[in-house]
């Protein structure tokens, strides 16, 4: 089945830097790619997602890259704020498995003022 | 945009107890929803996958006989602990993917089950 790596599983920035957080997955037949930020005790939010007929999607500081040959996708944050300090999942979804999301390992976000 | 409910936001219950999270889709209809189980600083793991009107595939080592998942409409799926014991304490958390041509998944907000 599909398999997500996530690194780094920490990172630790200065306000106004850039962050970089890569995935690479497994199965090609993953299709979707969403990127979740998540705060402590609460549900992931959706920040930014790309599909496999898209090398790069930018909304605003957030961009992904998608280079599916290598099956690598990667979310970059640029002008770091300390309200961007969380838990970010990359996840991935083969369009044969049902719908199913499967997560990386995430990726603890500190943006230091 | 679309919006999961999800309640209990935490519960406690006694080891023995039963206890059912509901999930409800507020402004779509979820062809599939799915339940996800998270241990503190560990990411989410899926546990089953439901399609209303169906019965839940549950992914490989979860029980389905402790963890019953019942998907009666396109806007409500529950998932009930049974028996529950301290090792099932966790924080569980649902998704609902709405109908073509969107296709999104939206995540509650979770619940944090305490088994004592």
């Known amino acids: 089945g599909e398999n997500v790596e996530q690194h780094p599983s920490t990172l630790s920035v200065q306000e106004g830097d850039s962050a970089v957080i890569k995935c690479t997955y497994s199965d090609s037949a993953s299709n979707y790619f969403p990127w979740y930020k998540q705060e402590l005790g609460k549900g992931p939010q959706l920040i930014i997602d790309i599909r496999s007929n898209v090398g790069e999607k930018k909304d605003q500081r957030i961009a992904v890259t998608l280079n599916k040959t290598a099956k690598h996708f990667s979310l970059h944050i640029t002008e770091t704020q300390p309200e961007d300090s969380a838990v970010y999942f990359c996840?991935?979804?083969?369009?044969?498995?049902?719908?199913?999301?499967?997560f990386g390992q995430g990726t603890e976000l500190s943006v230091k003022p | 945009g679309a919006v999961v409910s999800q309640h209990p936001s935490w519960v406690i219950c006694k080891s023995g107890t039963s206890v059912k999270i509901e999930c409800r889709s507020l402004d779509f209809q979820a062809t599939t929803m799915f339940w996800y189980r998270q241990f503190p600083k560990q990411s989410l793991m899926l546990m089953a996958t439901s399609n209303e009107g169906s019965k839940a595939t549950y992914e490989q080592g979860v029980e389905k006989d402790k963890f019953l998942i019942n998907h009666a409409s396109l806007t409500l799926s529950t998932l009930t602990v049974t028996s529950a014991h301290p090792e099932d304490s966790s924080f569980y958390i649902c998704?609902?993917?709405?109908?073509?041509?969107?296709?999104?998944?939206?995540f509650g907000s979770g619940t944090r089950l305490t088994v004592v």
């Open positions: 996840a991935a979804s083969p369009w044969n498995q049902g719908g199913k999301l499967i």
């Open positions: 998704s609902a993917r709405e109908a073509e041509p969107n296709y999104g998944y939206t």
